[in-house]
């Protein structure tokens, strides 16, 4: 380069050469397009129901939500225990009856039998439920429902109407985390004890 003028003049053609443009969409190779149009978001099969961390939820929507896990959050994912009732989805049977509501699907920890009919549970967030003559539990918000409960497991088999139904019938708002389909509620325990099959339950 002849030397600091040689390096000089050579800075001086390479501070003068224009910078490469961004290549745009359609100078992209083809495969590159394909794989970047797969790479979107797309709307879901459900009507718009999604798991809390799919892609598809809106920025802003998923940083609230994670907020409002994180109030929530102790050694469990919001409660330490899932409570659901036959009533439930005995009515959810009969809102779809060619679906598979078999309580396999939710895997709750507590399943609760009554004369009740309905979407029970709705009305149970921050009241009290006795189990036997032992445990007491605090309900603390309904549960929201997402795709996992419509996976094929075991013998049951892949069934999307069973969010579809409750979507359609059972969107409940929960404060701090927006409205969603939800069935059963979230409880914590407030009294220790023990609990077996047929023991009776008090809501309070």
């Not at 380069?1 to 390096?7: E, K, Q, R, T, V």
């Given at each position: 380069?002849?030397?600091?003028?040689?390096?000089?003049?050579?800075?001086?053609?390479?501070?003068g050469?224009?910078?490469?443009?961004?290549?745009?969409r359609?100078?992209?190779?083809?495969?590159?397009?394909?794989?970047?149009?797969r790479?979107?978001?797309?709307?879901?099969?459900?009507?718009?129901?999604?798991?809390?961390?799919?892609?598809?939820?809106?920025?802003?929507?998923?940083?609230?939500?994670?907020?409002?896990?994180?109030?929530?959050?102790?050694s469990?994912?919001?409660?330490?225990?899932?409570?659901?009732?036959?009533?439930?989805?005995?009515?959810l049977?009969?809102?779809?009856?060619?679906?598979?509501?078999?309580?396999?699907?939710?895997?709750?920890?507590?399943?609760?039998?009554?004369?009740?009919?309905?979407?029970?549970e709705?009305?149970?967030?921050?009241?009290?439920i006795?189990?036997?003559?032992?445990?007491?539990?605090?309900?603390?918000?309904?549960?929201?429902?997402?795709?996992?409960?419509?996976?094929?497991?075991?013998?049951?088999?892949?069934?999307?109407?069973?969010?579809?139904?409750?979507?359609?019938?059972?969107r409940?708002?929960?404060?701090?985390?927006?409205?969603?389909?939800c069935?059963?509620?979230?409880a914590?325990?407030?009294?220790?004890?023990?609990?077996s099959?047929?023991?009776?339950?008090?809501v309070s």
């Amino acid at each position: 380069m002849g030397g600091p003028a040689g390096l000089l003049r050579a800075l001086r053609r390479r501070a003068g050469r224009r910078r490469p443009r961004a290549a745009r969409r359609d100078h992209l190779p083809g495969r590159f397009r394909a794989a970047q149009r797969r790479s979107r978001p797309r709307r879901g099969p459900l009507g718009g129901v999604r798991p809390s961390g799919a892609p598809g939820l809106h920025p802003a929507r998923r940083q609230q939500l994670r907020g409002a896990l994180a109030r929530h959050r102790r050694s469990f994912d919001l409660a330490v225990l899932h409570v659901l009732t036959d009533a439930t989805l005995d009515h959810l049977r009969e809102l779809a009856p060619d679906a598979t509501f078999d309580v396999r699907r939710y895997r709750p920890n507590v399943v609760l039998d009554g004369d009740d009919s309905g979407f029970t549970e709705n009305g149970w967030p921050g009241r009290g439920i006795t189990l036997g003559d032992g445990p007491e539990l605090k309900v603390s918000i309904t549960v929201m429902r997402c795709v996992m409960t419509t996976l094929a497991q075991s013998d049951l088999p892949a069934d999307v109407d069973t969010l579809r139904t409750i979507a359609k019938h059972n969107r409940l708002e929960i404060p701090g985390m927006g409205v969603w389909a939800c069935a059963g509620v979230y409880a914590d325990v407030t009294a220790g004890g023990s609990v077996s099959v047929g023991d009776a339950y008090v809501v309070s």
